[in-house]
């Protein structure tokens, strides 16, 4: 993997970490909820995990379809699902719901899978993992390493702004210097999708 592709998928993270929806806020709000930041920080792994299961799942997948596929098909296939997920996000604006404020951390987990999934995250990584080998040993290697940087970057991401949100700030900040987040993901999905069939 080239430092370009690096840099991508840390970007990535970190633009996921930056979400509310991925699950910082989640956490602060758990904190909130115990008054401790101690609860803060036991909530951050779980959702990162939850995060990266979803990342994984995507490219094993579409891993396997490229055992069995001819690449070009893939890139294009890729291009399409990941273009037309970011134009589903665009229409579909209602943000999904799924679990109250008193969860288990597999709760917490298995609701940031649902949340990652739904905002489409592996998706997003797809394009810059196209380009890997095509043996089983290769995909599954670079699958591995992308999940890997996209998560650092993530934890990294969301733990500064639990942290800060919660010892700082509070969640009234939301309410003053937020944008919908949501809506530039829309974009970028479709920007990502574009280029996948462009390269």
Known sequence: MDLTSVLILAGLGAFHGLNPAMGWLFAVALGLQERSRAAVLRALPPIVLGHAGSVL???????VARLAAPPR????GVAALVCG???WRLVRRRHPRWVGMKVTRWQLAGWSFLM???????????PITLHAGHGAASLASQSLLATAIHTLSMLATITALAVIVYERLGVAVLRKAWFNLDLVWAVALIGAGASAALT
């Open 57 to 63: 799942i995507t490219l094993a997948l579409v891993s």
């Open 73 to 76: 098909l893939i890139s294009y």
């Open 85 to 87: 997920f970011g134009v």
């Open 116 to 126: 990652a999934t739904a905002h489409g995250a592996g998706l997003m990584v797809l």
